[in-house]
């Protein structure tokens, strides 16, 4: 399991995904279907959890993506993603900083993980580097921390469930979103402002 500090993460105001090698295992599936071109994707359906347990704590995620995928699209909309950007590698992170000037929130408040060298300008501006487990020497070299799991097996997932524990939310959202509990007036304003 992926720790961070409570300093760490009472800092982040904002995670930052890649999509291919972060959120999924880096296989695209593409084929015909009927004569028309299909593009299929694997994401992890306990990283999918993680990411409704984040947006609870008020925690808003942006998706970024080197390539435009209808697949990574439906995923995105699917998960209430606050925001998927799709544009060229090299284009990665000017899309990035426009993205955090919209909802003013600075690189150092910002959380990322990513796995392959088109994150590199990314993970060298934001507070919070992370790197999955999967990810090329590079990457790993800027990351503050790296995964236990590879990408598109959890380490989204690990990475929600260390900030949100490391922050002293953890046991409060698993009592209100998963065993019923109830709501507190803070996850109520939360609701009210993302709804």
């Given amino acids: ?3 961070f500090s409570a300093s760490q993460a009472s800092r982040v105001r904002l995670l930052g995904l890649d999509v291919d090698g972060v959120l999924t295992d880096n296989g695209v599936y ?3 279907l009927a004569g028309e ?3 299929l994707k694997r994401f992890d359906i306990q990283d999918g959890l993680g990411l409704i347990l984040l947006k609870s704590a008020g925690i808003p995620v942006v998706w970024i993506s ?3 995928s209808e697949a990574t699209a439906l995923r995105a909309a699917e998960l209430h993603v606050t925001q998927l950007l799709q544009v060229p590698g090299p284009q990665k992170a000017e899309a990035f900083e426009r993205t955090l000037s919209q909802l003013a929130i600075d690189w150092e408040e910002v959380a990322f993980v990513g796995d392959d060298l088109a994150d590199l300008p990314i993970l060298r ?3 919070l580097p992370i790197a999955v487990a999967n990810a090329v020497t590079e990457i790993k070299q800027v990351a503050a921390h790296i995964t236990e799991r590879p990408g598109g097996h959890g380490a989204v997932r690990e990475v929600i469930e ?3 524990r490391a922050r002293g939310d953890w046991p409060e959202i698993l009592q209100r979103d998963l065993a019923g509990g109830e709501k507190t ?3 109520q304003r939360v609701e009210r402002t993302t709804l």
């Fill in 66 to 68: 080197g390539r435009s």
């Fill in 125 to 127: 501006r934001v507070g």
């Fill in 37 to 39: 071109r299909v593009e």
């Fill in 30 to 32: 593409v084929g015909p």
């Fill in 185 to 187: 007036e803070k996850m």
């Fill in 162 to 164: 260390g900030l949100l």
């Fill in 1 to 3: 399991m992926t720790e």
